[in-house]
C-alpha cells in the first residue's frame, strides 16, 4: 500500500522559516511529478508548488522568491522550504504525488494527510 507522510508544520512567527517533508512509501515503481497543495480555512485547495521527476519547478505567484521546492529521487522524498512566512501562508499543506505502484499500468494521484502551518505573532 503506497502513503504520504508529511512532516515539519507548525507555528512560526511572521518572517519566520518552516520546512515541509513529505515521504512516499510502500510498493512504488516510479513516481513523475510531487507537489505541495494548501487550503486554508473557508478557500479552495491551491498548488503551491510543484516538481517533476527531472527537477521542473512551477510556483504559485504568492510564494514565488521566498518558498523552494526540492526532492530526493533516491528517497522518495519531497521538500517545501519556506521563508518570509505571512500570516496569509497559514493553512493546511498537503503532499502530492503522480506516481506508478507495481504491478499497476497506471499512473495514480495520491494525497498526505495534510500538515497544518500556522504564521502568527
Known amino acids: 500500500q503506497v502513503q504520504l507522510v508529511e512532516s515539519g508544520g507548525g507555528l512560526v512567527q511572521p518572517g519566520g522559516s518552516l520546512r515541509l517533508s513529505c515521504a512516499a512509501s510502500?510498493?512504488?515503481?516510479?513516481?513523475?511529478?510531487m507537489g505541495w497543495y494548501r487550503q486554508a480555512p473557508g478557500k479552495q485547495r491551491e498548488l503551491v508548488a510543484a516538481?517533476?521527476?527531472?527537477?521542473?519547478?512551477n510556483y504559485a505567484d504568492s510564494v514565488k522568491g521566498r518558498f523552494t521546492i526540492s526532492r530526493d529521487n533516491a528517497k522518495n522524498t519531497v521538500y517545501l522550504q519556506m521563508n518570509s512566512l505571512k500570516p496569509e501562508d497559514t493553512a493546511v499543506y498537503y503532499c502530492?504525488?503522480?506516481?506508478?505502484?507495481?504491478?499497476?499500468?497506471?499512473?495514480?494521484?495520491?494525497w498526505g494527510q495534510g500538515t497544518q502551518v500556522t504564521v502568527s505573532s
Open positions: 502530492n504525488a503522480d506516481l506508478q505502484p507495481y504491478g499497476s499500468k497506471w499512473w495514480i494521484e495520491y
Open positions: 510502500g510498493s512504488i515503481f516510479s513516481i513523475n511529478a
Open positions: 516538481i517533476t521527476r527531472g527537477g521542473s519547478t
